[in-house]
């Protein structure tokens, strides 16, 4: 059985009369399809009951990338380089974690998204990289988006060494901001060169991982290669969610078989 993914969207004008439309790179898409996944999207234009009622559907949530997270949602004042911010989306995507963490289904944060996570568990962000904290890597990459830009070092024994099969890794980087105080429940287990935190995973929720990079682009450079971190983060995912997906039919199957022995 394919398991449902939700995937959060955002907004953007569009078409000759610049109405608000809703956005997301494909390549998310892809990603979640290609290893037997089924994406749903979720806007910021659905209300919150939907919201609720998707995410306890779902088998698996992917927290996409976009605009910067809104600094009073970790108790900061705007710092003047904030990129823009929109907060109907910072709404649905933290009603959204909040289900997708009360009922434990896997979940993929990119970019935004695992700064979204971050702030959702407690952290903190910084606000802009280059006037903040200065460094020798270059986070808003100057190459094509289908190349890769900066090394990336795996924390050894950690759950993303044992997905990516690899302690070092070549990423591409599109981000000015960043996970500053890790959430207590997170832990950070990839860094730039620079020491800025790259990949985190959850202490306790059952498969929770977020990467600052976007690893649905990198599936669109290699995309025959399993041996590809990226791709192998996607499939993990998926395998995680089909797995999810099992256990609570298994549920419903042996609440049912209950439900006819207690007739009997
Ligand atoms: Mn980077």
């Known amino acids: 059985m394919r398991p449902l993914i939700v995937v959060t969207t955002t907004l953007a004008p569009s078409g000759s009369h610049n109405l608000p439309a809703v956005r997301l790179n494909v390549q998310y898409v892809t990603a979640v399809e290609e290893p037997g996944g089924t994406a749903v999207l979720l806007t910021p234009g659905h209300d919150r009951e939907s919201v609720c009622r998707l995410v306890e559907l779902a088998h698996g949530l992917v927290l996409t990338g976009g605009e910067d997270v809104a600094p009073e949602l970790y108790g900061q004042e705007p710092h003047p380089e904030l ?100 959430a207590p429940s997170l832990e950070a287990t990839v860094w730039a060169e620079d020491g800025i935190v790259e990949g985190v995973e959850g202490k306790e929720h059952g498969w929770m991982y977020g990467v600052q990079w976007h690893p649905e682009r990198g599936e669109a450079e290699s995309p025959a290669d399993e041996r590809d971190p990226d791709r192998r983060l996607f499939w993990a995912f998926i395998q995680a969610a089909r797995e999810f997906a099992q256990t609570t039919s298994d549920a419903r199957a042996d609440a049912t078989t209950d439900l006819v022995s207690a007739a009997d």
């Not at 709404?91 to 993929?108: F, H, K, N, S, T």
């Not at 702030?119 to 094509?144: F, K, N, R």
């Open 83 to 182: 990129g823009s911010v929109n907060p109907l989306r910072d709404q649905i995507e933290m009603a959204a974690l909040e289900v997708a963490l009360r009922r434990g289904i896997p979940i993929l944060a990119i970019c935004r998204g695992m700064q979204m996570l971050n702030v959702a568990l407690g952290g903190t962000l910084y606000q802009d990289i280059p006037s903040q904290l200065g460094g020798d890597v270059l986070h808003e990459q100057d190459a094509p988006v289908t190349q890769r830009w900066h090394r990336a070092d795996v924390k050894p024994g950690s759950g993303l060494e044992a997905i990516f099969g690899n302690r070092e890794l070549f990423i591409n980087s599109f981000h000015h901001q960043a996970v500053r105080d890790v």
